[in-house]
């Protein structure tokens, strides 16, 4: 059961991606998104971004904030607060306006936090192709 924060419950969630569906392909919403299924694709939405303890996406993850109670393993970019959970694990990149991993979390990856216009954040490719630049 993912814990629920004040601003979880002020979210309306608007789809839900079921504990037992298998999806394949990107998922573009304007509202919040819960992941309690499979997800490989990338998954973008103007809301929030909820992955249930059950869920797992593979593939890049947009959101206005995003939490991590299942598996995440791709590139994160958050305008507002993610939040990796307890049962949550996350592997990948993140570029978030603040981070919260609580104990027993999984995080591997790099993070970039509250940088000046963070909605405008570059892809993680293109920050990818600018680090290894820097390191050549």
Do not use: Y
Not at 43 to 55: C, K, M, R, W
Request: proline share 2%; net charge negative; aromatic share 0%.
């Amino acid at each position: 059961m993912l814990k629920k924060s004040n601003e979880q419950a002020n979210t309306k969630i608007s789809s839900i991606i079921g504990a037992d569906m298998v999806i394949e392909g990107d998922i573009t919403a304007k509202d919040a998104v819960r992941v309690e299924g499979n997800v490989t694709g990338n998954v973008e939405t103007d809301g929030a971004l909820v992955i249930s303890a059950t869920g797992k996406v593979k593939g890049n993850v947009r959101g206005s904030s995003i939490v991590i109670g299942g598996v995440l393993e791709g590139d994160l970019i958050s305008t507002g607060k993610t939040d990796v959970i307890s049962t949550g694990r996350m592997i990948g990149n993140m570029h978030t306006k603040s981070l919260i991993v609580d104990e027993n979390a999984v995080f591997q990856g790099q993070c970039i936090m509250n940088v000046d216009g963070v909605p405008g954040l570059p892809a993680p490719e293109e920050v990818k192709q600018i680090e290894d630049k820097k390191h050549k």
